[in-house]
C-alpha cells in the first residue's frame, strides 16, 4: 500500500523516532508534523494536549496516511485509546514499545523513568510495566527542563549536562536501578549527558527502536506494506520555525530532508 505513515509529537522529539522508521522501513514514506508552536504539551492540561493533538491528526488524515504513530509520550498517554476508538486505521503509541523494550534488558528488575509532568502524572509508564511484570520497583521522575533545551536546539551545549545533573539528581540514590526509561521523546538527543550523569552501568531505554519494530509488524501483517520499487519522499511540517527545525533535523536524521514546511494548522484545515 503505497500511502504515507503519519508521525505527530509536539516538536523536534518526535524526530527520534521517525529516525528509525526511517532505517527500519526504508521503502515507507513519512509524513511527520511537530506542533513547536505548542511545545510542550507536558505541563498542559489532558483537555488541552487531547485538543492539539485531535487537530494534528485531523491534519494528516486529510494527508491519506495508512497508520499513525503518536509520537509523544504525553499525548500517547492522554489520547491513545480515544484515538483508537475514532480512527479507521492503526495507531501505534511509544509508552508499551519502551516499557517491553526496557522489561527485556533489566536484570535488577528497578526501572527509572523520566518524563514530562504529563507523563509522569499520568503514571502510563508505571501501569504499562506492571501490566508485564507485577515485581518490578519503578521510579519516576518528571524532568520538565529537559524539552525547552531539545527545542532551543542546546542540546549539545555545554550547560546541557548541568541542567541534565541536577535533573537527575533524585535518581542518583538509587543503586540498583539499572535500566532508565526515556519518557519524552525528546529525551534521546541528550542521551549522551544523560548516560554521563547515570554511569555506563544504566542501560538507557529509547523507545524509537521498539516502536518502528511494532510498525513494521503492523503493516506486515496486515499487508500494508509499500511493494512499490520507490517511496515517495518524506514530508516535514512544523507550527514553528522551519529553519530550527531543519538545524535539528538535519543533525539527527541519517538523510537530508528535502520537504519542510511551516504550517498554521487551523489554516491548513481550512485550506486542505
Given at each position: 500500500m503505497n500511502k504515507p505513515i503519519g508521525v505527530i509529537d509536539s516538536g523536534v522529539g518526535g524526530l527520534t523516532v521517525a529516525r528509525e522508521l526511517m532505517r527500519q522501513l526504508p521503502n515507507e514514506s513519512l509524513i511527520y508534523l511537530g506542533d513547536?508552536?505548542?511545545?510542550?504539551?507536558?505541563?498542559?492540561?489532558?483537555?488541552?494536549?487531547?485538543?492539539?493533538?485531535?487537530?494534528?491528526?485531523?491534519?494528516?488524515?486529510?494527508?491519506?496516511?495508512?497508520?499513525l504513530v503518536i509520537a509523544c509520550n504525553t499525548a500517547t498517554a492522554f489520547t491513545l485509546e480515544l484515538l483508537r476508538e475514532n480512527?479507521?486505521?492503526?495507531?501505534?503509541?511509544?509508552?508499551?514499545?519502551?516499557?517491553?523494550?526496557?522489561?527485556?534488558?533489566?536484570?535488577?528488575?528497578?526501572?527509572?523513568?523520566?518524563?514530562?509532568?504529563g507523563?509522569?502524572?499520568?503514571?502510563?509508564?508505571?501501569?504499562?510495566?506492571?501490566?508485564?511484570?507485577?515485581?518490578?520497583?519503578?521510579?519516576?521522575?518528571?524532568?520538565?527542563?529537559?524539552?525547552?533545551?531539545?527545542?532551543?536546539?542546546?542540546?549539545?551545549?555545554?550547560a546541557a549536562f548541568d541542567v541534565v545533573e541536577n535533573g537527575l539528581l533524585p535518581l542518583l540514590g538509587h543503586q540498583q536501578l539499572d535500566t532508565l526509561i526515556l519518557g519524552c521523546t525528546h529525551y534521546p538527543l541528550l542521551h549522551e549527558p544523560i548516560q554521563k550523569v547515570m554511569g555506563n552501568h544504566v542501560e538507557i531505554i529509547s523507545s524509537g527502536e521498539e516502536t518502528a519494530r511494532e510498525v513494521s509488524a503492523i503493516l506486515s501483517y496486515q499487508e500494508m506494506l509499500n511493494e512499490s520499487e520507490t517511496a515517495e519522499k518524506h514530508r516535514f511540517y512544523t507550527t514553528g520555525?522551519?529553519?530550527?527545525?531543519?538545524?535539528?533535523a538535519n543533525r539527527?536524521?541519517?538523510?537530508?530532508?528535502?520537504?519542510?514546511?511551516?504550517?498554521?494548522?487551523?489554516q491548513s484545515l481550512d485550506d486542505k
Open positions: 513547536t508552536v505548542r511545545c510542550p504539551y507536558g505541563p498542559r492540561p489532558r483537555e488541552e494536549v487531547t485538543k492539539f493533538t485531535f487537530e494534528m491528526v485531523d491534519f494528516l488524515l486529510q494527508k491519506e496516511i495508512k497508520l480512527l479507521t486505521i492503526p495507531v501505534i503509541g511509544v509508552i508499551e514499545p519502551g516499557a517491553r523494550a526496557a522489561i527485556s534488558v533489566t536484570e535488577s528488575k528497578e526501572i527509572g523513568v523520566i518524563g514530562t509532568i507523563t509522569i502524572e499520568s503514571k502510563a509508564y508505571p501501569e504499562a510495566l506492571h501490566h508485564i511484570s507485577k515485581d518490578l520497583v519503578i521510579y519516576d521522575l518528571a524532568c520538565p527542563q529537559f524539552v525547552p533545551l531539545v527545542e532551543r536546539d542546546q542540546f549539545s551545549d555545554e520555525s522551519k529553519v530550527v527545525f531543519e538545524q535539528i539527527w536524521l541519517d538523510q537530508p530532508i528535502e520537504h519542510i514546511e511551516e504550517i498554521v494548522i487551523d
